[in-house]
T-cell receptor, first 113, second 112 residues
């Protein structure tokens, strides 16, 4: 079974703190993704990566950065957390073909006070 | 116009009923289509892929109409365990990655 794990299920941070969210997959997938999910807005893509050290902006990259130093690990960084970044953050991975679906981690519910 | 649009519901149906969800997508270049299921406070999980010829998996049937840019999901003989949010998902290749566009989901509650 594909497994995608995320470092925390729940996280509470203060405004201005630097926040690291980590994601690890064990399926040797090339592609990895970070989304946030908010009520009424659905899943929105923040950043994705299709190879080690490669990254591309998604639909809402502002206020976020990412790092992919190893194939299995994709980190999302909030340089200076703000209250509007309170959300559910979901990491996903997939293979390369068009028929490859994305497998999600359990999510991290981040609250910024 | 949103990439993927769905009726948010909620759909409240009795056990044993048949229910259908529809979804439209805006980009004719879209190449792969899926339905995901998301339970409350859980991550989305693949329910089924949608093929041009239509496909069936037990009580679930998915259809694709490329001309109308329309995807559907039919659930027969609804079970209580079918209660969830159903996400319509469209894949479009972008650079080196397969990007997915997610609909906001249709919420289904099956009532005893």
């Amino acid at each position: 079974d594909v497994k995608v794990t995320q470092s925390s299920r729940y996280l509470v941070k203060r405004t201005g703190e630097k926040v690291f969210l980590e994601c690890v997959q064990d399926m040797d997938h090339e592609n990895m993704f970070w989304y946030r999910q908010d009520p009424g807005l659905g899943l929105r893509l923040i950043y994705f990566s299709y190879d080690v050290k490669m990254k591309e902006k998604g639909d809402i990259p502002e206020g976020y950065s990412v790092s992919r130093e190893k194939k299995e690990r994709f980190s999302l960084i909030l340089e200076s957390a703000s209250t509007n970044q309170t959300s559910m953050y979901l990491c996903a991975s997939s293979g390369l073909t068009l028929l490859d679906t994305q497998y999600f981690g359990p999510g991290t519910r981040l609250t910024v006070l | 116009r949103k990439e993927v649009e769905q009726d948010p519901g909620p759909f409240n149906v009795p056990e044993g009923a048949t229910v259908a969800f529809n979804c439209t997508y805006s980009n004719s270049a879209s190449q792969s289509f899926f339905w995901y299921r998301q339970d409350c406070r859980k991550e989305p999980k693949l329910l089924m892929s949608v093929y041009s010829s239509g496909n069936e998996d037990g009580r679930f049937t998915a259809q694709l109409n490329r001309a109308s840019q329309y995807i559907s999901l039919l659930i027969r003989d609804s079970k209580l365990s079918d209660s969830a949010t159903y996400l319509c998902v469209v894949n479009r290749r972008h650079t080196g990655a397969n990007n997915l566009f997610f609909g906001t989901g249709t919420r289904l509650t099956v009532i005893p």
